[in-house]
């Protein structure tokens, strides 16, 4: 069968079918049968001339040929290198591959775990969103409590939680309060609640020391930022204590601690004499259910007014510098606070003076009434007393 022309119907087909056979190129065959396709064509068509010619080594062949040559070259070649398809590759061969497979792998995993991490972060954060939506109307101690026993439970090892340090404050008061009643509540997980070892390293951390402290009056500029000038008023409050002279070693400074101690008001005959009064000063505001103090000196006897009088005009200067308003002292009616009273120009008529840190403003001086109606119990007593000895 020639191709072009199936069939010769007229003598004027016979000169192109001449034309078709000359452009032809006779098939030579193979010596090996299994290069031989079934439907081999017998001759090479001119259109595939372009493809035998590709493949220099191999004759012109037709294309039923040609492709069972190749499966035959492609068998012989599997069977060189170990066998069919699926069979043991090379070990260098192989080790490329599982090089290449391990490079694209890897490139995977680490996009997965990139996107775990955000879709993680955008749940956590959806999450404490939602968290401080639901307990915005709850008072701030009991928000403060719920969202510490939220984070809990995402950490596996109990030692690694981490507390705030206004939770930590909480905690030693409750504990302070009652040591029973915090194990309880530790214990039993009731409250997610720091250990006693650790209350016990945040009291290390806290410098105990007589004289005004710059920390506190830190902390108060800080308290200060979230207050309307209306909550930053209030009372200078001061009081005197006895104690019972003693003398301990401070195993972190090596100092001994129980002389008396003024700060920088301590008489010179007072310095080696061991404390037995304690002045504690204290700042309470008018609108606010807190309170702060401010200071704590040790001395030998009742401190003197010179000493009072100092001391109080620091610790309102100091109580300004926090951004809090001193607008009234506050003491008992003893004797050296008398006398203290008396070195602001405060008498029967005046009870108010010139404010030590603005002209435009006057402090005023209050005497304790509890004290007052302890004098007043004392001396009625005292009279009953004596008018019974006497026989009144």
Known sequence: MVPGKERVTDVDD??????SVDGLRAFPGVPNSERTSIGCLGFVPIDAKSAGERNRRA??????????????????RRQRNGGERGSRRPARVSLKICRAKNRRLTSKVNHLKATMQELQEKCSSSWESQLLANISNLPERQQEGVRVCFAAPQLKNPKNRRYTLSWVYECLLLRIKSRKAYEHLRKNNILCLPGANTLSRYIRNVKGAYGFQGAIFHCLKEKAEGLAAEERRGVLLGDEMKLSKALSFDKKTLKLEGFTDLGDYSPLHQRNERGDHALVLMF??????????????????????TVLHLIILEGIMLVEQANFYVDAVTCDGAQWNGSMWRRFRIDGENCSCEYPCSQSRRLWFISDFPHLIKNMRNSSFLEMFLGLQMGL
Do not use: E
């Not at 294309?63 to 068998?75: F, G, S």
């Not at 702060?292 to 007014?305: D, E, P, R, T």
């Open 59 to 76: 004759k012109m062949r037709c294309p039923p040929c040609t492709v069972a040559w190749r499966q035959t070259m492609d068998r012989r």
């Open 284 to 305: 309470q505001p008018f609108r606010g259910r807190w309170v702060q103090s401010l200071a704590c000196f040790l001395s030998k006897g009742c401190a003197s007014s």
């Open 14 to 19: 016979i000169g192109p079918m001449l034309m």
